[in-house]
């Protein structure tokens, strides 16, 4: 009886796993990016469920395979402790094989959570998702007392870019400016795909110099991979009173002064 019911809860455990909205997400197909985003950020809380349930099949096959070995002993050299002790084997592969599969599935948790918070083309941080972020730096830089700077990035050139070579070129020079971005900036700092073209980054401890020099080598990076391309940065340092929406609003402005200075500077073409 203890047997049967022991099968009965890994049974239980299996299906549920298998119950519609409650196994691993069906593949995605879907052409709006906004629907894609929010099925990518509802995954993770199924694998996660189907995870909690392999692991607790795994513990019940491990209790059964304990109690059929302690069973083995008590026959000691029999027919029947033969059969427990190979049973109670079966029972521990099957529950090494839930185990593995319950650390698959918060891998893949793992993974939609990544795509649901980063842009697919650069590699940063979504809007939504960096604006809490950059809320959570804002609110710990005056809890220490310490300084934290901002910068607006816009993209010379990209709606030309588009224009002329395609989109897919203009992906790639998004692509780099994402990668020059997470080599040049240090692990803790954010950078955010704010818009189309636009970009904001916030620095923590950082010094105007500093993140100038930073975002000057930046630059070369971008321009070393995709000859011409460019951006314009503004640099602000966060005030006393200002939310997300103000420093950024204020380095937007503090952008358009340094493109508009810049404006007569002659621009390589873009190849």
Not at 39 to 63: G, Y
Not at 128 to 136: I, K, P, T, V
Request: hydrophobic share 40%.
């Amino acid at each position: 009886m203890g047997q049967e019911a022991d099968d009965l809860t890994v049974r239980r455990a299996r299906r549920k796993a298998d119950e519609p909205g409650h196994a691993a997400p069906p593949a995605v197909t879907l052409d709006d990016p906004a629907q894609q985003v929010a099925a990518d950020a509802s995954a993770p809380e199924v694998l996660d469920h189907d995870a909690s349930v392999r692991d607790a099949a795994a513990a019940t096959r491990d209790e059964r395979a304990t109690t059929r070995d302690s069973t083995a002993q008590s026959f000691d050299s029999s027919g029947r402790a033969a059969i427990d002790r190979m049973l109670a084997a079966r029972d521990r592969a099957a529950a090494a094989l839930d185990r593995r599969e319950a650390a698959l599935d918060r891998q893949r948790a793992a993974e939609y959570l990544r795509r649901a918070y980063r842009d697919p083309v650069t590699g940063v941080l979504q809007r939504e998702a960096g604006r809490d972020q950059l809320s959570q730096r804002i609110s710990q830089a005056r809890r220490n007392d310490a300084s934290l700077l901002i910068a607006f990035l816009d993209v010379d050139q990209l709606k030309r870019l588009n224009d002329e070579q395609g989109h897919p070129a203009g992906d790639r020079l998004l692509s780099e400016l994402g990668s020059a971005l997470r080599t040049g900036l240090r692990a803790y700092d954010l950078a955010i795909r704010y818009g189309g073209d636009e970009f904001v980054c916030a620095l923590s401890d950082s010094g105007r110099e500093d993140a100038q020099r930073r975002f000057d080598q930046i630059s070369r990076s971008l321009g070393a991979a995709v000859p011409g391309a460019a951006f314009s940065v503004g640099l602000v340092e966060l005030e006393a009173d200002e939310q997300v929406d103000d420093v950024i609003a204020r380095a937007d402005r503090e952008m358009y002064t340094v493109k508009r200075a810049n404006s007569g500077e002659k621009k390589q073409p873009l190849r």
